[in-house]
């Protein structure tokens, strides 16, 4: 008996049914069929031999409509061949500039139109370029295709003769942007490691507030190596060499602007042992790739390059 009553027990229990779970798909805008396409174009940090073939091709292209902002090295922006809009991304103004990038984008590709979007350095390193093609597929349907671009955070202190990862110096790279959770004055940078490299972008502007907070609050030495290089991988490249105590002086009496990527840690004086603080005297201008001499080595290019030549080279 006690036998039958376990078993109807078991058989006749009920326990409510699990709630069915649903996914939530986010749909874009169904695209209309006769809009055109959207390219994000990475600009490398300015000179043009460190393009990619692909984003040569793509600004190349003399049916497009090409949309940058003024950081974009002019050197870069003599090769677009199709239409070429400028926005002014100036201190104050970044907002309302890359509302009108949008506007432009969306004009383009209601035309039907080939639209590059060139972007300084890498799309998707502090470049918006997520919002960007976020935004063109939630408003338009359009889904965009990117071609990566040698980022500044890299290809920058490079042309300033700095190795960010230097045997001794540094085994770790940290990379941020200037501005610190809701554009606060500084960016929450981790405490001090003498073997790490910090890489700073859109920095310029807050340097001075930036070295304070890392000496007061992070335990940076006053004398940790600090460096600015301005325009970097152009013939208007300047580079400010320091410390913390005085780089902000420094590039205020040298008028340093943006675009400029800063630099701390030891890997800064790797290659520049003995070099004085203050502005790097450098030759005059040859059209030399400082990337390509870190030295600075006067030493001109055979000659300018030639589009087409390099897009037919490049062709299976």
């Given at each position: 008996?006690?036998?039958?009553?376990?078993?109807?027990?078991?058989?006749?229990?009920?326990?409510?049914?699990?709630?069915?779970?649903?996914?939530?798909?986010?749909?874009?805008?169904?695209?209309?069929?006769?809009?055109?396409?959207?390219?994000?174009?990475?600009?490398?940090?300015?000179?043009?031999?460190?393009?990619?073939?692909?984003a040569l091709r793509a600004i190349a292209d003399s049916e497009a409509?090409?949309?940058?902002?003024?950081?974009?090295?002019?050197?870069?922006?003599?090769?677009?061949?199709?239409?070429?809009?400028?926005?002014?991304?100036?201190?104050?103004?970044?907002?309302?500039?890359?509302?009108?990038?949008?506007?432009?984008?969306?004009?383009?590709?209601?035309?039907?139109?080939?639209?590059?979007r060139l972007k300084i350095g890498d799309p998707f390193v502090f470049g918006r370029g997520g919002e960007e093609v976020l935004e063109r597929r939630e408003r338009l349907g359009v889904e965009a295709r990117v071609v990566p671009g040698v980022s500044s955070c890299l290809a920058a202190p490079l042309a300033a003769g700095v190795p960010v990862t230097h045997r001794g110096s540094a085994h770790q790279t940290l990379v941020s942007t200037g501005y610190g959770r809701g554009n606060s004055s500084s960016p929450e940078l981790p405490p001090y490691d003498p073997m790490r490299t910090v890489v700073l972008l859109m920095a310029v502007g807050r340097l001075r507030s930036i070295a304070e907070d890392c000496v007061t609050s992070q335990n940076f030495p006053p004398d940790c190596p600090a460096l600015v290089v301005e325009q970097a991988a152009t013939p208007r490249q300047r580079t400010v060499l320091g410390d913390l105590s005085d780089i902000a002086d420094l590039a205020a009496l040298h008028a340093i602007k943006a675009p400029a990527t800063v630099v701390f840690g030891d890997a800064v004086r790797a290659l520049h042992q003995g070099v004085a603080h203050g502005l790097i005297d450098l030759p005059?201008?040859?059209?030399?790739?400082?990337?390509?001499?870190?030295?600075?080595?006067?030493?001109?290019?055979?000659?300018?390059?030639?589009?087409?030549?390099?897009?037919?080279?490049?062709?299976?």
């Open positions: 008996m006690l036998r039958l009553l376990a078993l109807v027990a078991a058989t006749t229990s009920w326990t409510p049914p699990r709630p069915i779970r649903t996914a939530t798909i986010l749909r874009a805008a169904p695209p209309h069929p006769s809009l055109g396409s959207l390219t994000l174009v990475g600009a490398g940090p300015g000179d043009p031999e460190l393009l990619t073939i692909a409509l090409v949309i940058c902002d003024r950081l974009v090295s002019p050197e870069i922006r003599e090769l677009v061949r199709g239409e070429l809009r400028v926005a002014g991304k100036m201190p104050g103004c970044a907002e309302k500039a890359q509302q009108q990038i949008y506007e432009w984008c969306r004009e383009g590709l209601v035309d039907g139109r080939r639209v590059v005059e201008p040859t059209g030399a790739s400082p990337v390509i001499d870190v030295r600075h080595a006067g030493v001109a290019r055979p000659r300018a390059l030639d589009v087409a030549e390099t897009l037919r080279l490049s062709t299976p």
